[in-house]
């Protein structure tokens, strides 16, 4: 039970049925908030959780036939189906970083849930997966679940020396301009950049935080193609 009339342990064990779910799909909760408590776009109750990529997604979903149907846009249409699966096993409603426009606000709700931060370079930081984030969805409850308590403090504080702003072999993410996306797009074209092509965006990687996604390099490459289709 998860409605208006659910108690507070049905709640919490709503939360508990889904954690183990995620694991089932290599997925990660990765940010939740109460809309009605904080400025939130587009959403104004209930419960958001949001939804990443997880150290079992590799596995889940290169076992998937979105995987192997050759098809475009693998990645969106497992995310897709999964979410939308999870979203009707409890009654919520599913939102994606994809498919627009319109966009659902990602960015917004990341930021709101305090899990997720501006780093030196302006990409997202997150307390647990550095600048590894990929959100594969989120979900919407209509009631108010318990959620866990979050630092909603950025890990880069406590980072004196700031790898990610100086890892970019050419300098187009930095904490001293604004993201050039030109001149990272003709990197990766070059023999060099072949090595953020296969095993991912260096500044990504520089972050120590990173490491906590246990990134794959053939899940990065597969983002990476994604981003910089040839």
Known sequence: MHGPDATASDQAAVLDRLGHDLIEFGLLLMGAVHPSRVSLQDLSDGTLILLGCGPDFWRAFTASPEARDGRADPVDRWSLRVVTRLADRYGATAYFPFGGPPYAPFI???????????????????????????????????????????????????????????????????????????????????????????????????????????????????????????
């Open 108 to 230: 917004n709700w990341a930021t709101r849930s305090g899990r997720a931060h501006a780093s030196p370079t302006g990409m997202l930081v997150h307390d647990t997966v550095g600048l590894m984030i990929s959100f594969r969805g989120a979900l919407h409850f209509a009631t108010e679940l318990p959620l866990p308590n979050c630092a909603d403090e950025t890990p880069c504080n406590t980072c004196s020396a700031r790898p990610c702003a100086t890892a970019c072999p050419v300098g187009a993410l930095s904490d001293t301009h604004p993201y050039d996306l030109a001149t990272c797009h003709a990197y990766l074209d070059t023999v060099a950049g072949q090595d953020c092509m296969q095993n991912g965006c260096a500044a990504r990687r520089a972050c120590p935080i990173s490491a906590g996604a246990d990134r794959l390099p053939a899940q990065s490459a597969l983002h990476m193609k994604a981003f910089h289709p040839k």
